[in-house]
C-alpha cells in the first residue's frame, strides 16, 4: 500500500491526497475525505460521510487540497520539462 502524498486535518475531518500513476506513466492526484468518529466501544472509525455542521469545514480542507495539487501539478511539469531537456542534449 503507498503513504499519502499529503493530509490536512481539521479536528475529526480530513482530506488525504493521494500520488498515482496512470498506465501511461502519466502522474494524477486524487482525495479522499474522511470524518473520525468513536464507536460505542471506543473504537476509532473513519466515514465518507458528513454532517451538516462538517460541510463547511471540510470544503475548506478541500480547498486547501486543492490548492497543494494544483501547485504540485505544476512542480511536476516543470521536472518533465526539465528532464526532458536534459534528456535531449
Known amino acids: 500500500m503507498t503513504s499519502p502524498?499529503?493530509?490536512f486535518r481539521d479536528g475529526c475531518?480530513?482530506?488525504v491526497v493521494w500520488r498515482n500513476t496512470?498506465?501511461?506513466g502519466q502522474t494524477y492526484y486524487s482525495a479522499t475525505p474522511q470524518r473520525s468518529y468513536k464507536q460505542g466501544d471506543?473504537?476509532?472509525r473513519e466515514t465518507d460521510s458528513l454532517n451538516v455542521d462538517d460541510i463547511?469545514?471540510?470544503a475548506e480542507?478541500?480547498?486547501e487540497a486543492y490548492a497543494w495539487i494544483k501547485n504540485q501539478k505544476r512542480a511536476d511539469a516543470k521536472g518533465r520539462k526539465e528532464s526532458d531537456q536534459v534528456t535531449a542534449k
Do not use: E, G, P
Open 5 to 7: 502524498a499529503m493530509k
Open 13 to 15: 475531518l480530513q482530506v
Open 22 to 24: 496512470s498506465t501511461s
Open 42 to 44: 471506543d473504537t476509532w
Open 56 to 58: 463547511l469545514q471540510m
Open 61 to 63: 480542507l478541500l480547498r
